[in-house]
């Protein structure tokens, strides 16, 4: 059974830096998109951010200039780099990835204090 296994959550203060780590496991023919939602309190997820198979990036506006995705293809693996954090960060952070269609992360848990 495919599954992603994510790593890296944790709690910083304000101002700090996490890195988190999604990695496919399990047997897979195809590795498409990948990316990260978030958990908004009270509404759907937010899409945080976006990658594509070749590298191509997109970012929700809430997190431009603090937050990088990338992606290591023979690894299987997305990773968000978060920067310059803030006490609104705080949530639940979930990734996903593409293949003969989307499996989804169990969430990690990421919480910044002020």
């Known amino acids: 059974q495919v599954q992603l296994v994510e790593s890296g959550g944790g709690l910083v203060q304000a101002g700090g830096s996490l890195r988190l780590s999604c990695a496919v496991s399990g047997r897979i023919s195809s590795l498409g998109g990948m990316g990260w939602y978030r958990q908004v309190p009270g509404k759907q997820r937010e899409l945080v951010a976006t990658?594509?198979?070749?590298?191509?990036?997109n970012y929700a506006d809430s997190v431009k200039g603090r937050f990088t995705i990338s992606r290591d293809n023979a690894k299987n693996t997305v990773y968000l780099q978060m920067n310059s954090l803030k006490p609104e960060d705080t949530t639940v952070y979930y990734c996903y990835a593409d293949t003969w269609g989307r499996i989804w992360g169990p969430g990690t848990q990421v919480t910044v204090s002020s």
């Open positions: 990658i594509t198979r070749g590298g191509s990036t």
